[in-house]
């Protein structure tokens, strides 16, 4: 048998359990009910996993299986294999396991590092596994040691405050039970319980960065620099992480006001100015996450290329980012779109052409259309981007154009006129975009800054019969 059960209750088992089900209360990591699928190598952290969350899956009510990814990249791996799918028999649960040819994937790919292919195939094997057994979610063995390691890794890369807060208990459909308990404890754990976990030879080699930071780095910081450097990391991934999420969720707040996603994902230049850094940077990378679904491959500098972009960068410049995406500076701000739609767009040169308004129907003007409806009551609902006029009141043919030198502007509700520009500096409107804005007059004077205010003349009196009602729709915002 794999495994022989202590049932003796021994106090370092005690305080590691307690310390599990405190990490798995707190983080709200189980549901009663749920599924669970333990990914296991057969190593001390995921056996510990299996075992622990066995002997707790009665008393929080959920399901347990268990899953064993082969990478195909040792000879003693189908050994493995076998191993966990007796424990897995020994302990009642059921076990699936899958080889991957870890190598191919790595070649066909052109990923130079196995160890990066190898956790994105395992991934998606736990994943189609999790989804064909009821949609479970996934427990892994990662532990305090590894979070130390984690951020550390993060580090050396120049990874931010994201980084530097390392794992999450609990990321989507992927749960980290054990990340409140270290190496030692489970190494002590498996002894205590009779677990007798298989070593992985390249768990020791320091071809894998990772290892390097494991078997040389950590020794001399703790030897030459702080006894207690694991315990100051642990504490720097928490303050870190906190913060993180305090600012992600600020950011989060922006969207609808200095940011919208659609087809594509733009950011408004004028309002990100007027935010702190931490909150611009963060805003930039929702941004890219938004579009790319992920920040994989984006770096440090990619962020700072895009923000200096976004607030200082020349219209029509481009950035092209991993994965097919593009970034670009528009008039408004900047833009992350698909970099191949993007090649069929046609570019916006020259001030909107002059062009006579339909009545009844609809109007191209740029990248805009208005709509000319002729009715008969005021609408329940009127936004920003629909305006009603007394019909009688107005001189056609009503023209929609782009501003002109001298413009005045009479908007509804204010006594006198003002100068167009200065209407457009009190809305906030950025200068490089108000050449784009359509504006609509009759023979007489503007009636409507198209998507802002519309004009004191013609307006809706009680003696009103017949209403001119306006609406544009923009095809592009940014």
């Not at 190598?41 to 510990?48: I, M, V």
């Not at 009779?194 to 990772?210: V, W």
């Not at 782009?402 to 809305?427: C, E, H, T």
């Not at 950025?430 to 003349?457: F, L």
Request: charged share 25%; aromatic share 6%; with cysteine.
């Amino acid at each position: 048998m794999p495994t022989k059960t202590n049932t003796s209750r021994k106090p370092g088992i005690v305080k590691m359990l307690d310390k599990v089900k405190t990490w798995i209360n707190n983080y709200r990591l189980v549901k009663p009910g749920g599924r669970i699928l333990a990914a296991c190598s057969g190593g001390p952290d995921s056996l510990a996993l299996v075992h622990i969350l066995h002997r707790l899956k009665d008393e929080h009510g959920f399901s347990l299986a268990v899953a064993h990814v082969n990478h195909m990249l040792r000879p003693e791996a189908p050994e493995e294999a076998e191993f966990v799918e007796a424990f897995s028999t020994s302990l009642g649960l059921k076990c699936f396991v899958t080889a991957i040819d870890v190598s191919a994937y790595s070649k066909a790919n052109k990923i130079s590092s196995q160890e990066e292919a190898a956790r994105l195939l395992r991934y998606q094997c736990l994943r189609s596994i999790a989804a064909a057994w009821g949609g479970a979610q996934i427990a892994t063995g990662h532990h305090r040691d590894d979070q130390v390691e984690t951020v550390l890794l993060n580090f050396l890369r120049g990874a931010g405050s994201g980084g530097l807060r390392g794992m999450k208990p609990l990321n989507g459909d992927v749960m980290r039970p054990l990340l409140a308990v270290s190496r030692p404890e489970i190494e002590a754990y498996c002894e205590e319980q009779g677990l007798q976990p298989r070593r992985d030879s390249s768990n020791f080699t320091t071809e894998y960065r990772r290892n390097r930071i494991r078997l040389e780095l950590l020794p001399v910081l703790e030897k030459s620099y702080n006894p207690a450097i694991r315990e100051a990391i642990w504490r720097l991934a928490s303050l870190a992480g906190d913060e993180h999420d305090y600012i992600r969720g600020e950011a989060a707040k922006l969207w609808g006001k200095v940011a919208i996603a659609g087809d594509c994902v733009a950011i408004e230049s004028q309002g990100l100015a007027a935010l702190p850094t931490a909150l611009q940077r963060e805003l930039i990378r929702q941004a890219i996450e938004k579009k790319r679904g992920a920040l994989t491959g984006i770096s440090f500098e990619h962020v700072e290329k895009l923000l200096t972009m976004a607030l200082f960068g020349t219209v029509g410049s481009l950035l092209t980012l991993p994965g097919g995406f593009i970034a670009r500076k528009t008039y408004a701000g900047l833009v992350v779109e698909n970099g191949a739609l993007y090649q069929s767009k046609p570019v916006r040169t020259k001030k909107l052409e002059p062009v006579t308004v339909v009545i009844p129907g609809s109007t191209t003007i740029g990248s805009s259309t208005i709509v000319a409806e002729l009715v008969t009551a005021l609408p329940l609902k009127k936004g920003k981007n629909s305006a009603v006029f007394d019909f009688v009141k107005l001189t056609l043919p009503l023209i929609v154009r782009s501003r002109v030198p001298g413009d005045r502007f009479r908007p509804a509700g204010l006594n006198g006129s003002k100068k167009l520009k200065n209407f457009f500096i009190d809305y906030k409107v950025p200068e490089a975009v108000r050449d784009y804005v359509p504006i609509v007059a009759d023979q007489q004077e503007i009636i409507w800054v198209a998507g802002y205010r519309q004009s004191e003349h013609a307006r809706i009196t009680e003696t009103t019969k017949k209403i001119l009602q306006l609406t544009i729709t923009k095809q592009e915002e940014f």
